[in-house]
């Protein structure tokens, strides 16, 4: 029976409220639904509640694979609900019939969208915010209930010119945003999206130059009845590594406060749920008490009574009360924060507190309501800041920094001279010795990004803390439906895998060994404190056991920038275990990789950077990196509009092989190859992998005939080459969008399959009849890691080139499954036991703790010392268990 289209609450039971809405995405089996349009949603009592659907994905028939739902607000939202097709059962078929529904209730508020030619204004039915086509604001106000809670919403940026290296100033140069475009991409009726476009301008153009830098999309999100708006920043890096120095990037805020100082409330959340609770002008430890009733009122955030109600004492010396009109948060490290507070500028700060990690909220507010802010990810994004100024006026100030302007300015220069690399053999000889693939002008920051995500509370007056504790943890951890994993696999999306399945001792010993490794990795980001603003979501390559430390300085050993597939081997962990700290940790790696290992802008748009000390260092730009097979699965499963602009940008990524060979240095025919749009020279592992996702993905998406008809041209074209995929790569016409099919070559790489062509070629396999082309890919399965002998009797030679055994068992599985080949099911698991080296006993899977002083602070150490090594053993693992799971032989178990 397959199973019904539950959906759970990613991290846990219900929450106690959904300020804000939610959105999710889920697919639908072949065939099953043909359009969003008839989807419904039905609570846990099996009450229709109110939904908007609209499609993320088709199948080649033309019926709906994903689409993106949306939930209003609500206060009391279901433990877990259901989704129904058009005909009135959940999608997947086979269900006993659902219990008779409750009547469903009274109409919801509706997101309402009205257009000038001026504005756009959103109104939720609890908040509204009007949004200007043109200026420097991103929106003109948010209000609640008629009372402006924020306006003139503008991003800030601060560009310093130089890093004294001794005693000396540098000049920093103020920025504010300009809006160049608003487009409503969404208008309800349970969820609108707003999206802006523009660049940073100066304030005071130096010597009368308008310079624009930092181009940036935001996103304001609406659901109805909602009393918070997501908001989503994302901006590119386009300055001059050499001379420009970002050293501030925030969002600014005006909030207009009326009413008495004493009555204006400052609320920012420390660590652990913890608050500072203060009001601009405080009426507490005074030596004179103004009254029980009067100090409580101030405490929880109330209106205090009229003065007459109060002690003479204090009433009539108000005036003598400093009042605090600025107060600051920083957070420079993952480690500690400091707050303080002054009257006013020009004035002394006094400190109030520290701690170690910020929840990087605050709130201004008064009994007659107020706006509140949450940054996500803040500490884990260090430098961040919130600024709270002028609170004792009529219009203060609330600032979230992105980037505190109290760190070290950013500095993105290439971090060594080039060490006289300047040919390509020398660059060679320093590949052999660091592992860094080093070409000069390449270390070049120009055209990455990084996105940031708020959440802005419109107040009817100033919660208690306990709401705002609700509201710190929606912002911190927003609430997201998802699919059961089983609900997942029985919609046939993603190609080979499986729920996670323990009823064996075997099973469950792969099992054990996958935990680890995640749980690894994920102690290993706090251990080893990978954090940062351009850090964050990355992990390490390879291990140092001689210093007990990652490889952070070792050229092509330190950020590992998706080498080998580590976010491939997240997605797959999730999907099969639905466990959330495995969804957040693969959901901060695709935002990282998605965005800072790759080019958005410049020469090598829509290209990645290799693996190196810094994530844009290495010379080698290449499709594997930014390949959308890593970046999908976010995508499909949370509706993300900024992912879906990521996925965008790689659409005409085939273009890039005119600009830059990936294959310059070590080409045999490099004195005669020329890039020219007719031969191309495009291998058809990595290079052609990734242009098949991007394909794959954009014709799903959009039904782009461009991506449809290259993506199965070029299928063909590799069925027709004589030894198909094994040919190793192909001349390739940019214009026609085909390959030369007459190449007679074997040229067999080790890292062909392992950026994601094996989860790809699976799919078009099973997506798309084509018998030449399945045959190529099950003979390039059969052969890679068959005996020389095989080799040679298939193709008259043995292939050169066969390593990383472990991970491409998964090929020989994919075979034996296709083929109904038992001997060649116990060939694939004897490879991935043969080839797994130190990742195939019992202890490579315990830890080491190692202690100072041969450390800073106690760390953990395991025989896993590379992530080549546990992406590819846990991709390995959850194919082959999918696969030919059930000629899993005993193996030893993990303890």
């Not at 060594?416 to 860094?436: A, K, S, V």
């Not at 940062?532 to 001689?546: A, I, L, P, Q």
């Not at 950026?755 to 052969?783: H, K, M, N, T």
């Amino acid at each position: 029976m397959a199973p019904e289209a539950q959906l759970n609450w990613l991290d846990g039971g219900a929450p106690a409220e959904i300020s804000g809405g939610t959105t999710w995405g889920m697919p639908f089996a072949r065939g099953a639904v043909a359009g969003a349009g008839g989807i419904s949603v039905s609570d846990a009592d099996g009450r229709t509640v109110p939904s908007q659907a609209w499609p993320l994905a088709t199948w080649p028939d033309g019926s709906l694979k994903w689409a993106g739902i949306a939930l209003p607000a609500t206060d009391s939202p279901s433990a877990h609900y259901r989704v129904m097709s058009d005909v009135g059962t959940p999608p997947a078929a086979g269900r006993p019939p659902a219990p008779e529904a409750s009547p469903a209730p009274e109409p919801a508020p509706q997101v309402a969208v009205t257009e000038t030619e001026d504005t756009i204004t959103v109104s939720t039915g609890t908040l509204d915010m009007v949004i200007s086509r043109t200026g420097s604001a991103l929106f003109t106000s948010l209000s609640r209930g008629g009372t402006v809670v924020a306006e003139d919403a503008r991003l800030v940026s601060l560009l310093q010119d130089g890093v004294p290296e001794g005693p000396g100033n540098a000049s920093r140069h103020a920025f504010t945003g300009e809006v160049a475009a608003v487009v409503l991409e969404q208008r309800g009726p349970v969820r609108a999206v707003v999206r802006l476009e523009g660049a940073h301008r100066p304030d005071a153009p130096a010597d009368g130059r308008q310079r624009s830098w930092l181009p940036f999309v935001v996103r304001f999100y609406f659901h109805a009845g909602a009393r918070s708006v997501r908001m989503v920043h994302s901006f590119v890096w386009d300055g001059d590594a050499e001379r420009d120095f970002l050293a501030g990037l925030g969002v600014r805020f005006t909030v207009p406060l009326e009413g008495q100082l004493h009555d204006r409330h400052v609320r920012i959340a420390g660590a652990g749920g913890g608050f500072l609770t203060e009001a601009v002008r405080g009426l507490t430890g005074l030596r004179r008490d103004p009254g029980d009733d009067v100090r409580r009122a101030q405490v929880a955030g109330q209106a205090t009574p009229p003065l007459e109600e109060w002690s003479e004492f204090v009433s009539t010396r108000l005036h003598l009360i400093p009042a605090w009109g600025d107060y600051t948060l920083t957070q420079l490290s993952a480690d500690g924060f400091e707050l303080r507070k002054r009257t006013a500028a020009g004035h002394g700060w006094v400190g109030i507190s520290g701690g170690t990690r910020a929840a990087g909220f605050c709130s201004l507010s008064t009994p007659g309501g107020g706006f509140g802010i949450g940054v996500r990810n803040f500490w884990q994004s260090h430098p961040g800041q919130l600024d709270i100024r002028s609170a004792a006026t009529a219009q203060a100030e609330v600032t979230a920094w992105f980037y505190s302007p109290e760190a070290q300015p950013m500095d993105l220069r290439f971090y060594h001279d080039g060490l006289g690399q300047d040919t390509f053999e020398d660059q060679l000889e320093g590949l052999e010795i660091t592992y860094e693939d080093y070409e000069p002008g390449f270390g070049n920051p120009h055209g990455i990004a990084r996105t940031h995500e708020l959440t802005l509370f419109a107040y009817a007056s100033t919660p208690d803390t306990r709401a705002l504790a609700a509201d710190v943890e929606a912002s911190s951890t927003p609430p997201l439906l998802q699919a059961t994993p089983e609900y997942l696999h029985s919609a046939g999306v993603f190609g080979d895998w499986s729920p996670v399945d323990r009823s064996t001792p075997e099973r469950a010993g792969l099992e054990d060994k996958l935990d680890f490794l995640f749980d690894f990795y994920a102690g290993q980001v706090e251990q080893r404190r990978w954090y940062g603003f351009w850090n964050y979501g990355d992990v390490m390559h390879t291990y140092d056991g001689d210093r007990h430390a990652w490889r952070y300085d070792v050229g092509g050993y330190a950020w590992d920038n998706s080498e080998l597939s580590p976010d491939l081997w997240l997605w797959y962990m999730y999907l099969r275990s639905g466990r959330a700290d495995v969804f957040r940790f693969a959901e901060a790696m695709t935002r990282h990789t998605g965005e800072v290992d790759t080019y958005h802008a410049g020469p090598w748009q829509g290209l990645g950077s290799r693996h190196n000390v810094q994530h844009w260092g290495c010379s080698a730009k290449q499709l594997r990196i930014s390949t959308p097979a890593y970046r999908r699965f976010y995508y499909y499963l949370t509706a993300d509009e900024r992912t879906g602009d990521l996925l965008s940008e790689l659409v005409d990524s085939d273009r890039n092989f005119l600009g830059l060979d990936p294959t310059r240095k070590v080409r045999p025919d490099a004195a005669t190859y020329r890039p020219d749009r007719s031969a191309l020279a495009v291998s058809l592992g990595t290079d052609w992998g990734s242009l098949a996702a991007t394909w794959l993905t954009d014709w799903e998406r959009t039904g782009n005939p461009r991506s449809r008809d290259r993506l199965l041209g070029t299928m063909a074209d590799i069925g027709a080459l004589k030894y198909g995929f094994l040919t190793g790569e192909a001349l390739y016409d940019l214009d026609k969008g085909r390959f030369d099919a007459g190449r007679e070559a074997i040229s067999v790489s080790h890292l062909s399959a392992v950026f994601g062509l094996v989860e790809i070629c699976s799919e078009l396999v099973s997506l798309v009849p084509d018998a030449a082309f399945e045959r190529a890919w099950l003979q390039y399965c059969r052969l890679f890691l068959a005996s020389p002998e095989e080799q040679v009797a298939e193709v008259g030679r043995p292939l050169d080139g066969i390593y990383l055994t472990q991970a491409h068992s998964r090929l020989s599985a994919y075979a034996a499954s296709r083929l109904g080949d038992a001997g060649l099911a116990a060939g694939a698991w004897l490879s991935f036991a043969e080839g797994g080296e130190h990742l195939n006993h019992a202890e490579a899977f315990t830890l080491r703790k190692i202690e100072p002083p041969y450390v800073l602070t106690p760390v953990d150490e395991a025989a896993t010392v590379s992530t080549n090594d546990a992406a590819q053993f846990g991709l390995a693992v959850i194919q082959n268990l999918a696969l030919i799971g059930e000629h899993l032989p005993a193996l030893e178990p993990a303890p």
